[in-house]
């Protein structure tokens, strides 16, 4: 990823497709993408797990591209794992 990782949150209005992994609420590292429309998000950096949802329907974490760790929710919404920006 070029840009540092910034953390997102998706919101109420995002319509999960079929097989989305998302929550909402929970934040998530992403990636910006088609000039700053989307954002990526890759379930452990795993390339069959990959969501891009519309910029309208995210909200940036406040201090994302700092070091803390975050929790997130993983499929199934179970919390618990942990993830750093």
Do not use: C, N, Q
Not at 3 to 10: E, G, I
Not at 51 to 73: K, Q
Request: proline share 8%.
């Amino acid at each position: 990823m070029a840009d540092a990782r910034r953390w997102f949150r998706v919101k109420a209005s995002y319509h999960k497709p079929t097989g989305g992994f998302l929550a909402i609420g929970p934040p998530y590292p992403g990636e910006l993408v088609d000039a700053g429309t989307a954002v990526r998000f890759r379930h452990h950096g795993a390339p069959e797990w990959v969501e891009v949802v519309p910029i309208e329907h995210v909200d940036e974490v406040e201090g994302s591209t700092s070091a803390s760790a975050v929790e997130v929710v993983g499929r199934g919404g179970r919390a618990g794992a942990r993830a750093t920006p």
